[in-house]
């Protein structure tokens, strides 16, 4: 599948220290295995791949066309705590599991970080245990909390 990315999403990317490369492995990894969560109202995908200890996120849409799909990339993120198990799903959510074709929630994940765990919120898949933090979340309170961990530590 192509993967379309315009200069101002490529700028995000770079902005946030990321790769355009590592997006495209993330999108890739995600379609040949069938594992995103999918926004039913606006078709908007949500993947992601852990890359060198980072869980690097692509936000994109696959448009179809008449010889074949492509790819296009709204917006690419990242956090370096490790998504752990579920701890709760609390709430209906746009987003569909694609890997079970079945509801995600909004609900807690366990995230560990330099060593300590803590629960943070999280799209879950209860059915196949998959967990996904949306760009919001990933670059407001996830970042703060990781500098928060990295300050106590230094
Ligand atoms: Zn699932």
């Not at 946030?16 to 890739?28: A, E, Q, S, Y």
């Not at 996830?142 to 300050?151: N, T």
Request: charged share 25%; hydrophobic share 40%; with cysteine.
């Amino acid at each position: 599948m192509d993967i379309k990315a315009s200069d101002q999403v490529k700028e995000t990317v770079a902005k946030r220290g990321l790769k355009v490369d590592d997006v495209m492995d993330v999108i890739k990894t995600a379609e040949g295995g069938n594992k995103k969560a999918v926004d039913k109202n606006t078709g908007k995908i949500l993947a992601k791949k852990v890359i060198n200890n980072v869980t690097v996120y692509a936000d994109y849409n696959v448009e179809k066309g008449i010889l074949k799909s492509h790819a296009n990339v709204n917006s690419a993120y990242s956090h370096r705590m490790t998504l752990g198990k579920i701890v709760n799903a609390t709430e209906p959510s746009n987003w569909t599991c694609a890997h079970c074709n079945a509801p995600a929630f909004l609900g807690t994940a366990e995230m560990t970080y330099m060593g300590v765990s803590r629960n943070g919120p999280a799209v879950v898949c209860p059915k196949c245990g998959d967990v996904w933090v949306e760009e919001y979340l990933a670059t407001k309170t996830l970042a703060a909390a990781e500098g928060l961990f990295e300050k106590k530590k230094a």
